[in-house]
């Protein structure tokens, strides 16, 4: 069982709707972080969290440590919005290395 | 430009040949990471420094894989003998740690991509 999962893995959307992207982990974290990735590649630290919400924006990212789930959502969505979304574990009791989930491909249409 | 560098960024080799990858990370910070990313998958776990020091190594990085950073600033990722398999997106990120005042953000930068045909 992958220690990260993400849903749903593709998501289309139109232009203004609210998006909901899942991240559920199974093991014990210090922080969670959501990564936006264009392609070509270029990856960008979207948030970083360990306990309550946060906020940026049209971005709101979520994160309940009991239920070892998070959330982003992006209200009034734009085309520009099109990316890869990945959620990132930092484990408690391990380095700094970060384990990624594979990603919510969202396209967001005119 | 102050944020985290990658050389080259794109590579096509031939099987079997040695390739080098370099990562130049945002200047102060003492923490640097080196993930692979093969298509459609999310970015793995290759190795990490702080300073000079190689902490961690994950079993992916075979020994045909090396990665320095000599004066903790610069690193530099090596495949000797590419195989098919190396093909992928090699990013590196980096951060700064201050121990209990930690500031673990990690800024990526934009990957070296390695075709190995």
């Known amino acids: 069982k992958n220690e990260v999962e993400q849903s749903p893995q593709n998501l289309t959307a139109q232009e203004g709707e609210f998006i909901t992207i899942n991240c ?3 093991v014990g974290i210090s922080a969670l972080h959501w990564l936006q990735q264009h392609p070509g590649g270029g990856i960008v630290s979207l948030f970083m969290l360990s306990s309550g919400k946060k906020k940026h924006g ?6 309940n440590i009991q239920e070892k789930h998070s959330s982003l959502h992006i209200t009034a969505s734009h085309p520009r919005d099109s990316a890869v979304y990945i959620c990132a574990l930092r484990q408690s009791y391990n380095t700094d290395k970060l384990i990624f989930g594979t990603g919510t491909r969202l396209q967001v249409f005119p | 430009d102050t944020g985290v560098s990658q050389n080259p960024r794109h590579k096509i080799t031939k099987r079997g040949q040695n390739v080098t990858f370099r ?3 945002i200047s102060e910070h003492n923490r640097l990471y080196w993930y692979r990313q093969t298509l459609g998958q999310g970015p793995e ?3 990490y420094f702080q300073n000079e020091a190689q902490l961690e190594k994950s079993r992916l990085l075979s020994d045909r894989f090396s990665a320095e ?5 610069f690193s530099t990722l090596e495949i000797q003998r590419t195989e098919q398999g190396d093909s992928a997106m ?3 990120a980096s951060s700064l740690e201050l121990g209990w005042l930690s500031l673990d953000e990690q800024y990526f930068g934009p990957g070296t ?3 190995v045909t």
């Open chain 2, 23 to 25: 990562c130049d990370p």
């Open chain 2, 45 to 47: 776990f290759l190795t």
């Open chain 2, 90 to 92: 090699y990013l590196c």
């Open chain 1, 58 to 63: 049209r971005l709101i990212a979520t994160i």
């Open chain 2, 113 to 115: 991509r390695l075709t």
């Open chain 2, 69 to 73: 950073r000599p004066k903790g600033s």
């Open chain 1, 24 to 26: 559920s982990y199974s």
